[in-house]
Antibody, heavy 125, light 106 residues
Framework: EVQLLESGGGLVQPGGSLRLSCAAS????????MSWVRQAPGKGLEWVSA????????YYADSVKGRFTISRDNSKNTLYLQMNSLRAEDTAVYYC??????????????????WGQGTLVTVSS | DIQMTQSPSTLSASVGDRVTITCRAS??????LAWYQQKPGKAPKLLIY???SLESGVPSRFSGSGSGTEFTLTISSLQPDDFATYYC????????FGGGTKVEIK
């Protein structure tokens, strides 16, 4: 059974940093691109960042480029999101999501068949 | 960047109704479109991919159509479990979600 378990969310002051983790199980982690998708309170979904299965390619939304860094440790089956220079508008539930399409190399992210339960990040003074 | 526009933003319907949600892309995305269902406090659930392919386990009352810039999600006969918010998502160039369509009880 595929499971994605996010952790690391919490309350942080504007300008601060936070690192999210997503522990994956139930599938060959290194064979799938992974993404972070966020949802501000009462708002829609926003794709944040993606990383290929090998970790060799990364992609970012313009809203977080230069502030957030996505990475993965395939030996630990874990996805990360390092978030720096946080702003009030980064407040959201952050979901990690698994790509539906199998790819053994540097494939871009497509669409998602499994999602974690989400972790709430609140940026406030 | 590719923008995705969904309409309507809210839809009131009754059990048994045929429901259609539209998603428009700011430029052609071929058939690289997915649809999700989300219920309050839950993660989204994949319904449709590649514009019209039904995800395994999803009821056949859900269907998708379209290509290029205009797409539709149709629920042929709305069931009580279908009251939720629906999102389209393009994956032609990076990834973008539509703003969502809330299907509520009439």
């Amino acid at each position: 059974e595929v499971q994605l378990l996010e952790s690391g969310g919490g309350l942080v002051q504007p300008g601060g940093s936070l690192r999210l983790s997503c522990a994956a199980s139930g599938f060959t982690f290194s064979s799938y691109a992974m993404s972070w998708v966020r949802q501000a309170p009462g708002k829609g979904l926003e794709w944040v960042s993606a990383i290929s299965g090998s970790g060799g390619s990364t992609y970012y939304a313009d809203s977080v480029k230069g502030r957030f860094t996505i990475s993965r440790d395939n030996s630990k089956n874990t996805l990360y999101l390092q978030m720096n220079s946080l702003r009030a508008e980064d407040t959201a539930v952050y979901y990690c999501a698994k790509d539906r399409a199998y790819c053994g190399g540097d494939c871009p992210s497509t669409y998602f068949d499994y999602w974690g339960q989400g972790t709430l990040v609140t940026v406030s003074s | 960047d590719i923008q995705m526009t969904q309409s309507p933003s809210t839809l009131s319907a009754s059990v048994g109704d045929r429901v259609t949600i539209t998603c428009r892309a700011s430029q052609s995305i071929s058939s690289w479109l997915a649809w999700y269902q989300q219920k309050p406090g839950k993660a989204p659930k994949l319904l449709i991919y590649k514009a019209s392919s039904l995800e395994s386990g999803v009821p056949s009352r859900f269907s998708g159509s379209g290509s290029g810039t205009e797409f539709t999600l149709t629920i042929s006969s709305l069931q009580p479990d279908d009251f939720a918010t629906y999102y389209c998502q393009q994956y032609n160039s990076y990834l973008t979600f539509g703003g969502g369509t809330k299907v509520e009880i009439k």
